[in-house]
């Protein structure tokens, strides 16, 4: 019986530990910023509680909608590529909830970007 020492793998293995490095940074960052966006929604641009479950609900339809296009798209590329592929939708998700308030941006364009960011991602 083989009984290697988990963290000993995980160090010799540089690519997996890239993407686990990757996936924890990005992670941990989305969730300080995502627990404020239902609040900057509430507080800043006086949202009521319906066009913020419309933003979610549409947000995260996208992301159902999306996951097979990611999937394929991992399958053929790699999930390095599509991770990349996944940060300009992010950038431009966030540059969109921020111009919010001076620009009369749809709030489903910026939940349709947020989704696919996620779902390239993600899958």
């Avoid at 997996?16 to 996936?23: D, F, Q």
Wanted: aromatic share 20%; net charge positive.
């Amino acid at each position: 019986m083989n009984h290697s020492f988990h963290l000993f793998n995980f160090t010799i293995n540089k690519r997996l530990s890239e993407i686990y490095l990757c996936v924890f940074i990005r992670s941990l960052a989305l969730s300080m910023i995502s627990i404020f966006i239902p609040i900057y929604f509430l507080i800043e641009l006086n949202y009521s509680l319906q066009k913020i479950f419309f933003f979610f609900i549409v947000l995260y339809a996208v992301f159902a909608a999306f996951s097979p296009l990611a999937a394929k798209l991992s399958a053929r590329f790699g999930f390095k590529h599509v991770i990349l592929l996944s940060t300009p939708f992010l950038i431009i998700h966030y540059i969109m909830l921020y111009l919010l308030p001076t620009h009369n941006i749809p709030l489903q364009y910026v939940a349709l970007i947020g989704g696919i960011a996620d779902s390239f991602f993600w899958v």
